[in-house]
């Protein structure tokens, strides 16, 4: 089995876990097409009933293929468990080029091509969906310029940080018990503050109260399990917006409002941001500051298990995988589904104010993993609980 088929393989089983009679629809653009075929015709084989590909061109239906099964003798062809794929492409920052950074910031679609724009908090996954970035010819030309196979280095690299192995069924199952563990772990210590520090830098962020740490895996009743992402490890913690303090420093180039933004450090007072500075990228980071005023406050920080560059990690990280590679803290909103209840509240406002969750426009990740940073959980007796230490989960966790 191919490195592609192993991957197709965890979009369907881990990602979805599609199940016999459900109606699964891929969305994918023209340069997925292909790739989407291979995911349809594999899918058929599970469901036993046709799988839809919808062509979209602009965020506008092109065309819907749909793709049978061998035998469909028993199922009609359509059902009510019905299940949804997105085929990613990567973000095209040039069509921003003819934008200012007011504009962009100003405007939720270009700040969504930006791939800054927060989704809404109160609405609810009503069936499971997944979205996969694919690696093209295309994509992989761009990222490997020069290679004699950017194709193959492409899919290496996805290698070394998603279960693609020649057993890896068995390493997503190890994976997956490993990040629902770490998650137990932690919400069972009840811990108050997160604190992340380097030789240069440390930075103290509070635990929003009645919040829990979260693993990728969503969940919908009664008894559905999926992965909306099939590039993410990391385990999310939603924080309290007011009560940040330190400072810390950006470990990799990251995009902002279509810029990239480099050499980065900020410092934090009651929360909010107090000072930046940057190497490159400044004017972007002032202006996706100003989005809204809760943008200057942290509102989620995800922890991510480093891995090690391999020599078909590409110079420039790609915006789509870096929380796959480096744990980072989210300016601007936080994510929801860490807190219970959400049918309480009747708007995002009323949600904002009841639980003080930070919420935003703006959803800004800025990556902070190195080998050498600390992450520590502060209780609320003032004891530290190691949480990370040379880019790895040290915490003790019960066998799941």
């Known amino acids: 089995m191919t490195v592609e088929q192993r991957y197709i393989e965890s979009i369907l089983h881990v990602s979805l876990q599609v199940r016999e009679g459900e109606a699964l629809s891929i969305n994918s653009g023209d340069r997925n097409m292909e790739f989407a075929q291979k995911i349809a015709e594999k899918a058929v084989e599970i469901t036993k009933i046709p799988v839809k590909i919808v062509s979209i061109e602009e965020g506008v239906v092109k065309e819907v293929f749909t793709i049978d099964p061998v035998h ?4 009609a062809e359509d059902s009510a468990n ?4 997105y085929l990613s492409e990567p973000l095209d920052l040039t069509l921003l080029e003819d934008n200012t950074l007011k504009e962009i910031s100003n405007n939720p679609p270009l700040l969504q091509g930006a791939g800054n724009l927060s989704p809404p ?4 996954p009503v069936a499971p969906f997944a979205i996969a970035p694919v690696p093209t010819l295309s994509w992989a030309k761009q990222l490997y310029k020069g290679h004699e196979e950017p194709l193959h280095s492409f899919w290496e690299f996805l290698s070394s940080f998603l279960p693609l192995g020649d057993s890896f069924m068995n390493e997503w199952v190890s994976v997956l018990r490993r990040q629902v563990a770490v998650v137990k772990a932690i919400n069972a210590l009840a811990p108050t503050h997160l604190v992340i520090e380097d030789e240069e830098h440390a ?3 509070a635990i929003l109260p009645g919040s829990q740490a979260r693993q990728p895996l969503h ?4 008894d559905r399990v999926f ?4 590039s993410s490890r990391g385990i999310s913690i939603l924080t309290d917006p007011s009560r940040t303090e330190g400072s810390a420093a950006a470990s990799r180039t990251f995009n902002l409002l279509g810029e990239k933004v480099e050499g980065f450090t900020l410092s934090f007072s009651e929360g909010a941001v107090e000072t930046y500075q940057a190497s490159a990228g400044k004017e972007a980071l002032a202006e996706a500051m100003h989005i809204d005023e809760q943008a200057k406050y942290i509102g989620l920080c995800t922890l991510v298990e480093e891995v090690e560059d391999t020599p078909h990690t590409p110079s420039e990280i790609p915006p789509e995988f870096m929380e796959s590679l480096s744990s980072f803290i989210t300016l601007g909103s936080g994510e929801s589904n860490h807190l219970t209840n959400l049918d309480l509240y009747e708007s995002e406002e009323d949600l904002q104010e009841k639980t ?3 919420i935003s426009l703006l959803k800004a990740d800025i990556p902070f993993g190195r080998k050498e940073t600390i992450v520590d959980l502060i209780k609320h007796d003032g004891n530290r609980i190691p949480l990370m230490r040379k880019g790895k989960f040290v915490i003790h966790t019960e066998v799941v």
């Open 72 to 75: 469909n003798d028993r199922i």
């Open 227 to 230: 992965l909306p992402r099939i």
């Open 219 to 222: 969940h919908l009743p009664p």
């Open 82 to 85: 019905k299940i949804l794929l």
């Open 121 to 124: 908090q109160l609405d609810k």
């Open 356 to 358: 003080g969750m930070n």
């Open 203 to 205: 930075l103290s962020i």
